[in-house]
């Protein structure tokens, strides 16, 4: 909806279509800040379901700090690195299990995550909530515009009304009824029922009335 139907409608017109428009978009909004609700949910199941996946993170490298001491020969080096780094893994792997999920997002290092994040299933989950974050953020700019346009409407509603009220003062008619001799010449009538007319009156109203309740009533009045 743009200025071209604000020209094409009056400004109230507009201005209700455009209000509605808006309640339709903000339950759009709703909607789609609902399913990025779930979505992050699903991110959490899916990264924990990775992670607990048997050598799931076995391929990820640890930093660990140098060694003091005796050198040793690369292959009891190689070996022992081996045999130590199976067993973290295996150790690691018993510990993400008996983890919930929030819990284990929590205990993941930053290059785990990341190896996670990489999984299909993941991106999957990540690339659809990106979109609905982009949807709503588009949302929440045309919301605004839309806002805007009903700021332009109030303005030109009142502008309208300052024109209206200066064309009625400004007729031969208005200024005609606010001088004092227009008022002399044509003073208000003052509706007044005289007394002996009220029992006629009462009568017409209702004829249900007896006479003694005329009388009664006629007697009040004076």
């Known amino acids: 909806m743009g200025p071209r139907e604000m020209f094409n409608d009056t400004p109230q017109s507009y201005k209700e279509k455009v209000k509605s428009k808006i309640e339709y978009l903000l339950g759009k909004q709703d909607d789609l800040q609902m399913e990025l609700h779930q979505l992050r949910g699903d991110l959490v199941r899916s990264i924990a379901g990775e992670a607990r996946r048997p050598g799931a993170l076995s391929s990820v490298k640890t930093k660990k700090g140098k060694s003091k001491g005796k050198k040793k020969s690369r292959r009891s080096k190689a070996k022992k690195s081996g045999v130590s780094g199976a067993s973290s893994a ?128 006629s007697h009040a009045a004076t």
Do not use: C
């Open 90 to 217: 295996v150790s690691k792997s018993a510990q993400l299990r008996r983890m919930g999920d929030k819990e284990l997002l929590a205990s993941l290092t930053k290059p785990e995550r990341e190896t996670l994040e990489a999984v299909f299933q993941v991106k999957k989950v990540k690339a659809e909530m990106m979109s609905r974050e982009d949807r709503i953020r588009k949302l929440e700019t045309r919301i605004t515009n839309l806002r805007d346009e009903i700021r332009r409407a109030d303005w030109k509603l009142t502008r309208q009304r300052e024109a209206d009220m200066r064309q009625f003062t400004q007729s031969p008619g208005f200024r005609r009824a606010q001088s004092s001799r227009y008022r002399t010449l044509h003073p208000e009538v003052d509706v007044e029922l005289e007394v002996e007319d009220l029992k006629e009156a009462l009568f017409q109203v209702n004829s249900h009335l007896s006479a003694k309740e005329l009388d009664f009533i």
